[in-house]
């Protein structure tokens, strides 16, 4: 008997586990496997393969089931009350990619928008793809404000692996030499249009430091050879990433690191593998593994390691850490901080503006590019010039022009009678007029009481625990929206926009998708969860790489900040482990 | 007062396409087909014969097909069956018995079996009448009809790669091409 167990255990061990296959999972697996560790990476969903699993990624629009590939509202109701809320990523083309939350239920004390995917790849497949580097700033800010803890790190820790992951998965861009916008890596970058070239020269005249640049998007522009290798190849132009890529033209977990630590031949995936808790070894004083149950045959199994990395997206990583309980841990694994779930960030979006350009009616595009301009942060940099009084940090816009097509006098787009017959049809087969719109992403400041707490008497199809969530925007959002609306419609009025309209649509916490700060990074075990390493202060075993580990969260978008950490947290891991440090 | 004919030859010269005089052919369209060549599954043969004829006064066949052959009414067909609200479909169907009821009324004969001119007529009535109803921010079934008729259109290969230009592997972007290059608006963004 003790020698089956011990068989069965050995079968089971590995050098290191990664919990989650998506953009930090990926990246874990990836560089973990290339330094030579034997990894197995535990995947709650179902498989998704490169290529063969991207059902819908040719689909012509004359090919949906319902039409212009929307859902009726019946099945959106029943199965897709949260996924459906940002109107973009539960559709015919993209359902296949995102949770019934039937079937994943949590608890909203104050609305929150948890939009998740749960497969081998993860949100990778349907990211929006921006990647930006956090600036020295960011790190600084906590510390200089007095604001949650001190970031760890400062920007120079982190820069030369920005850089690696650059390298790795490939990002267009242009360089700007700002010091509070850090250039990276770049491929050659995407054109803007002639109406976004106009506004640059016009709205740059009239306010220089509102710098605008084409987006930094994870996207092959010229591709290395490493990325040929791995199969991947140069963006289409086709806009339709959120499908999966046939090209492998953006990076994803599924066409980029899960191949790269495939093809090293030391890692064993593993889909349908809910992780339920960290086993603690009290003897060792360190974790020696992981208790999964099998989502398909519903049984218990357990699977060890020197080396465990979270990686599982803020939320279910920090579940896991919650629903580990020990008499070492009796409040959740390495929360003797009681910061565990705390400090829930997002960055809070849908406020802006929007304009008519008078000129250009001549000219159009080609091509559909899969990318949007960028205005990096220009509010309270440090100097006296760009200081508000009215909120910290900042916000920076995404936005586009484009000319809109034959769906302009859909609903209640256009007013008034429509017309009917050859001259509406001859209107529509012509583009309409340019607009070109702007869409501010601001940063949420850390709130201890912005929580999400494990809800142990709501449990899920599995009968596991769920989450419960009370996150709200605090004034410091609230300010900084005004003026995320004044800004844009004065950038767009100083360019000789007509028609020029502010829009706050509204934002409820969860719908950037950017979630993080649940097990944030900090020097104090008394007041963070993680260290400098990612490591669990109390656990140094266990490393937390993905938004849970975010001390603050910028205003750009986190996922590069994330692959960034993963791979530093991962060669930390593997000269520890030689060492003997774990 | 400008006449409809005028109208649509002023429109269309406005946005260059008048020379080919497709737009008198289109007032003059050939009387529609005697039978579906096609099994509604949601809507009666009634309904679905005076959808057809709707739908390509509404996208008539031009210099480029009509909505009659990109399959539009099939399309709406289907939607009414597995897609459309109720709410939808009532004010669809309702406006399908208003047409039928007012050609009776004025006419004394079915929508479909009017001259293309006076079908006009009634359309040009619900599109005044549509275009007020939604000032005062009431719904109208025209134009939500006409909504069904364009996605369907606009979206089935014919209109896609006909009307519009559509590619489906670009390959790369240029942000500043003469709209005289490319001629037409892109099916897809």
Not at chain 1, 39 to 51: A, P
Not at chain 1, 110 to 118: L, S, V
Not at chain 1, 556 to 574: E, F, G, I, K, Q
Request: with cysteine; aromatic share 8%; glycine share 10%.
């Amino acid at each position: 008997m003790a020698n089956l167990n011990g068989r069965a255990r050995r079968k089971n061990t590995y050098d290191a586990i990664v919990v989650g296959s998506g953009i930090t999972g990926g990246m874990a697996a990836k560089e973990l496997t290339q330094k030579g560790l034997k990894v197995l990476v535990l995947e709650r969903g179902r498989m998704v393969r490169h290529l063969e699993d991207y059902p819908t990624a040719v689909m012509d629009p004359w090919q949906t089931k319902y039409p212009q590939g929307q859902l009726p509202q019946a099945e959106l109701a029943a199965h897709y009350p949260v996924q459906r809320r940002t109107n973009y990523t539960m559709t015919e083309y993209t359902q296949h990619f995102f949770v019934r939350d039937d079937e994943n239920p949590y608890t909203e004390e104050n609305r929150f928008d948890w939009i998740r995917g749960y497969h081998v790849g993860g949100r990778s497949l349907t990211w929006g793809r921006q990647s930006y580097r956090h600036s020295p700033i960011d790190f600084e800010a906590n510390a200089k404000e007095g604001i949650g803890v001190d970031w760890p790190i400062r920007y120079e820790d982190l820069a030369p692996w920005y850089e690696h992951v650059e390298r790795f998965i490939g990002v267009s861009g242009q360089h700007e030499g700002l010091a509070h916008f850090p250039d990276g890596h770049y491929q050659p970058p995407m054109e803007m249009n002639c109406v976004e070239k106009a506004f640059k020269t016009k709205s740059e005249a009239r306010f220089p430091e509102r710098r605008i640049s084409i987006g930094r998007t994870a996207h092959l522009t010229d591709p290395t050879e490493e990325q040929l290798a791995l199969g991947r190849t140069k963006c289409q132009f086709r806009n339709q990433c959120i499908r999966g890529c046939p090209f492998g033209g953006y990076y994803s977990s599924n066409s980029g690191g899960l191949v790269a630590a495939e093809r090293t031949g030391n890692m064993v995936i593993r889909p349908n593998s809910i992780v339920t808790e960290l086993i603690y070894d009290e003897k060792a004083g360190k974790a020696s593994g992981v208790r999964v149950l099998d989502a398909v045959t519903k049984k218990d199994e357990e699977f060890h390691a020197d080396v465990i990395f979270l990686c599982a997206s803020a939320f279910n990583s920090t579940w896991i850490l919650m629903n580990s309980t020990s008499s070492r841990f009796p409040n959740g694994f390495g929360n003797a901080s009681d910061q565990l779930g705390r400090n829930v960030m997002d960055h809070h979006l849908g406020v802006g503006a929007s304009g008519e350009a008078p000129e250009f009616a001549d000219m159009y595009y080609s091509g559909r590019r899969p990318n949007g301009i960028y205005v990096p942060r220009f509010r309270n940099l440090g100097d006296a010039a760009t200081k508000r009084s009215d909120y910290l940090r900042g916000f920076g816009y995404q936005g586009g022009a484009g000319r809109s097509t034959w769906d302009r006098d859909l609903g209640s787009r256009a007013q008034g009678a429509k017309g009917f017959g050859a001259a509406r049809k001859a209107a529509l087969t012509q583009p309409g007029p340019w607009t070109m719109g702007l869409g501010g992403f601001g940063e949420i400041l850390p709130y201890e009481d912005n929580r999400i707490t494990l809800n142990r008497d709501k449990k899920d199809a599995f009968g596991l625990p769920t989450l419960s969530f009370n996150v709200t925007m605090r004034e410091n959002e609230i300010a900084m929206r005004r003026d995320m609306q004044t800004a844009a419609a004065e950038m767009l009025e100083a360019a000789g926009f007509k028609n020029v309209k502010g829009h706050d649509g509204g934002y409820a916490p969860g719908l950037g998708i950017h979630e993080m700060g649940t097990a944030r990074m900090g020097r104090d075990p008394k007041t963070s969860v993680l260290n400098a390493h990612n490591q669990v202060h109390e656990c140094k075993n266990v490393y937390v790489t993905d938004g849970a580990a975010m001390t603050s969260a910028s205003c750009v978008n986190p996922s590069l900040t994330y692959m960034a950490l993963t791979a530093r947290a991962a060669d930390h891991a593997v000269q520890a482990r030689k060492r003997g440090d774990l | 007062m400008l006449n409809r004919r005028d109208a649509i030859r002023g429109l269309a010269l406005a946005v260059g396409v008048g020379s080919s005089g497709w737009a008198e052919r289109a007032l003059a369209a050939a009387p529609a087909p005697a039978a579906l060549t096609w099994m509604p599954t949601a809507l009666t043969q009634e309904q679905a014969r005076l959808l057809d004829v709707v739908a390509e006064l509404i996208i008539p066949a031009t210099d480029t097909p009509g909505a009659r052959e990109a399959g539009v009414p099939q399309f709406i067909d289907r939607a009414v069956g597995d897609y459309y609200e109720k709410g939808q479909v009532d004010q669809l169907l309702g406006g399908l018995a208003r047409m039928d009821a007012d050609a009776r009324a004025a006419h004394g004969d079915a929508f479909v079996a009017l001259a293309p001119d006076k079908q006009v007529a009634l359309l040009t009535t619900y599109d005044q009448e549509a275009g007020v109803a939604r000032g005062q921010g009431q719904s109208h079934f025209f134009p939500a009809l006409e909504d069904m008729v364009t996605v369907g259109y606009f979206t089935s290969e014919v209109g896609a790669t006909q009307a519009l230009r559509y590619e489906p592997v670009p390959g790369a972007y240029h942000g500043c091409v003469p709209l005289a290059e490319i001629g037409r608006a892109w099916a897809t963004r």
